[in-house]
């Protein structure tokens, strides 16, 4: 179970029942999500723990918690986190509940995400979601400067301690 924290313009577009937040049973924890009206659309979801982006594509919009663990499953194993923790996490977010948003820095990291991926896009032609997520995960980012400074290197702290957040 995770929950997933959408903007208004993507609760809008997806129309779930949404929800208060939840405990999370995944190590990763709970994700925000927003939508990218580009063509083609894309949906860009962020990590709050550890700040990891996922970008896959929005259509169909209502089947987009759905489709997530897959792409998240793509871009871990392209971080080359091991395909057991992969599945294991996989297997904890079988349900979703959708929430608004609460956290205002993690929702500064996604502005920020957006605006790198619109320069990937427009200057190197970088189209591919898989591609660009794992492009983001290597930006450094304020709040994990205690840390692993960038997405990459701090899911893969998160995913070998293994705990539940």
Known sequence: MFNLHCTKKLLDRIKPDVQVA????????D?????LFWKPQLA???NER???PVVIP??????LAQRFPDALAQVLLALDIGPDKVKSELEKMGKVTY???SNRSVLGIMN???FQAESYRDHFGLIDPLALSVKLAGTPCGPLYKGAICPD???REVMAEGIVH
């Open 22 to 29: 939840v405990g999370c049973s995944t190590i990763l924890g």
């Open 31 to 35: 994700w925000y999500a927003t939508a």
């Open 44 to 46: 860009l979801l962020v």
């Open 50 to 52: 550890t700040l990891l």
């Open 58 to 63: 929005l259509a169909p919009a209502t089947t």
């Open 99 to 101: 929430c608004k948003t």
């Open 112 to 114: 920020q995400f957006t």
């Open 153 to 155: 290197l701090a899911v």
